[in-house]
């Protein structure tokens, strides 16, 4: 009978992998198993309908315990009237009387005697219930333990304990939804290994990513969904069920292979057997593997991501990228790596759930004004009154674009104004503004200059060329005549003055604030102050010495005195 389940299922693989649904089941099965935390394996365990139960006697906290259960999909132990007799079995199966940690515990300071468990709470939500199973020694002061176990010696009966302790053990519980029924009904031919890692011969139901292997022929078989596929399924998941190596062909369907010297066991795929020293695979060197392709026919394999060189033996990084199916989201990328192939969410999207979504950047605030969330993306603007500055397109600057604007002043300073480059501030009456600034005026440029809001630009006449925003350098080419015609055409009343030849905004000066306008024109009235009082001072010096002048005759007589004469009125 075991034989004929063997071809049946068998028959059926090609069958089951070609359907969508078992691959997505496969893969969470992978998810499992790679996701248990190594180490300690369950001591017994057994399941009934959607649950599992695992006893483990490694000695522990209660934390330990918690994230020991955690690692491996579940959490400690609910215990309800209908699983008591369950773990009962559990305890007495390994001969072993506890104590064992459970999944109940309290998280506020003092128990409540008529709350429902006494205050204190199941590990899993939806362990609760009515049911209590309390000792009678029930302690219920404020500094009582806030953890529980249950042991053999108090008849497994719910005790308080400190959860710092360190006890025997702790009782794990594991749910799914779909499982699978035993296979072919053979309780006694088959063994049966679940991904929480306690193995059975009867268990009465298995949860995916159960792994059942058949005697005497060693067949196996993984549970996916509500159906058993047959070795080798998919590399990726336990070996593929190979005792050796698994390997893809270039259909895409996995196989066994065995070391030099070996060959698959043509009864059950995946065990290997001592081969002939005539046997081909002996004298093929291949690389990797050697594996049996049809009636005494051999060929060499390689591992999964990789695929035969042209010599046949050796083996080189299959590009995984190339089958366009891969990454199939949308905003993803495949990125080929050795031996296999990564997703990657392109630039702006992040992988959630197995799809790339876009990542608001904004949440960040990358912006100096408004910012705008795009996909993969997203985009600055400004206030009214600014515009985006060229050197940061995140932050903004002051921008008036016409000859005059109200000037940009401190709410907390009516003094403190601000005006953008190429503009100076003027007080009003009862405000500021920002006037434009002449360039021009100034003499910025070499030779051409043409005034803008809040800049200016130079220009050259021909034969010329502008460098460094604002000087003309006559070009190389040109001799001293054509720069004599150009000075000529130039001064000529029916020729323009020049021919700009290369227009760029020049750098515009910074603008002079009001505080500055101030201290010109004090220090301007300090000047003329001072000079008024040095005019009156030389003025009164010479009034002192020059009202009356004596001077001596031709024969050294005295002459009589000079007085300045005003006119008459």
Known sequence: MAAGMHHHLKANASWFWNMKDATVLLVAVLAVLVGGLGGTD??????????????????????????????????????????????IRLVHSGNITGPFWIGLQRFSNCPNQTSPLRGYQWAKKDGESDYENWVPTFDSSCASPQCVTVSERDRFRWAQERCDARVSGFLCEYAFQIGCARLGGQEKAVGYKTPFGFHGNSLPSMPPGTIATMSPNGSKYICSGEKWQGAPWNCEIQNGGCEHECVVDPQHQPSCSCPPGFSVNPVNGITCET?????????????????????????????????????????????????????????????????????????????????????????????????????????????????????????????????????????????????????????????????????????????????????????????????????????????????????????????????????????????????????????????????????????????????????????????????GIGSES
Not at 68 to 82: K, M, N, P, T
Not at 283 to 295: H, I, S
Not at 409 to 429: H, I, L, S, T
Request: aromatic share 8%; proline share 5%.
């Open 42 to 87: 369950p001591y017994g365990g057994d399941c009934f309908g959607n649950q599992c139960f695992a006893l483990f006697s490694q000695s522990c906290d209660f934390s330990s315990a918690q994230t020991h259960c955690q690692h491996r999909g579940g959490a400690l132990a609910s215990v309800r009237a209908s699983t008591t007799d369950l773990l």
């Open 275 to 563: 081969e002939d020293a005539d046997n081909p695979c002996a004298r093929m060197g291949c690389e990797f593997a050697c594996v049996r392709v049809g009636d005494g026919a051999h060929s060499c394999a390689c591992d999964h991501g990789f695929k035969l060189a042209p010599d046949g033996r050796s083996c080189v990084d299959f590009n995984d990228c190339s089958d366009e199916r891969q990454c199939p989201g949308e905003n993803s990328r495949c990125v080929n790596t050795l031996g296999g192939f990564k997703c990657e969410c392109e630039v702006g999207f992040q992988m959630t759930g197995g799809s790339c979504v876009d990542v608001d950047e904004c949440s960040s605030a990358p912006c100096e004004h408004l910012c705008h969330n795009i996909p993969g993306s997203y985009k600055c603007s400004c206030y009214e009154g600014y515009k985006m500055d060229p050197q940061d397109p995140n932050k903004c600057k002051l921008h008036c674009g016409k000859e005059e604007c109200v000037a940009e002043c401190d709410p907390n300073d009516k003094y403190q104004c601000y005006c953008p480059d190429g503009y100076v501030a003027e007080e009003r009456d009862d405000h500021n503004v920002c006037i434009d600034l002449d360039e021009c005026a100034n003499f910025f440029c070499d030779k051409g200059c043409k005034n803008t809001y809040g800049s200016f630009v130079c220009s050259c006449p021909k034969g010329f060329t502008l460098t460094k925003e604002v000087f003309c350098i006559r070009n190389e080419d040109e001799d001293e005549d054509a720069e004599g015609s150009a000075t000529e055409a130039a001064t000529s009343p029916n020729t323009p003055t020049e021919t700009p030849r290369e227009v760029i905004p020049t750098r515009r000066p910074s603008a002079v604030t009001k505080g500055g306008l101030v201290a010109i024109i004090v220090s301007c009235v300090f000047v003329v102050v001072g000079m008024g009082f040095l005019c009156q001072y030389l003025t009164n010096q010479r009034g002192k010495t020059g009202g009356e002048v004596t001077s001596k005759g031709p024969q050294g007589g005295e002459s009589h005195s000079l007085h």
